[in-house]
Nanobody, 123 residues
């Protein structure tokens, strides 16, 4: 199995930037597609971004396209989410997840989840 631990969350002013990281255990990290989801209070967990196992394919939710960038470093077993031009509506708990699917975008396509990290964007 895969264990995932997110870090890098915090409080930031609207228009600012934040970089989230997710550390994965195991020797087979490079075999997994990785994704980021977020969940705000009272709302369902929603897709943010995914990156294929090769790192060559990325997909973003329309709400973050052009502002967020997902990347991976297989040598370090990490996946990151660079978040720029943050908006108050980006406030949520952010989760990283792993999947053996090629380019997974739905919650059901992910097999492993991290514990989440809080991101709060103030006005």
């Amino acid at each position: 199995q895969v264990q995932l631990v997110e870090s890098g969350g915090g409080l930031v002013q609207a228009g600012g930037s934040l970089r989230l990281s997710c550390a994965a255990s195991g020797r087979t990290f490079s075999s997994y597609a990785m994704g980021w989801f977020r969940q705000a209070p009272g709302k369902e967990r929603e897709f943010v971004a995914t990156i294929s196992s090769s790192g060559r394919i990325t997909v973003y939710a329309d709400s973050v396209k052009g502002r967020f960038t997902i990347s991976r470093d297989d040598a370090k077993n990490t996946v990151s989410l660079q978040m720029n031009i943050l908006k108050p509506e980006d406030t949520a708990v952010y989760y990283c997840a792993a999947s053996l699917r090629s380019v997974p975008q739905s919650r059901r396509q992910y097999d492993y989840w991290g514990q989440g990290t809080q991101v709060t964007v103030s006005l």
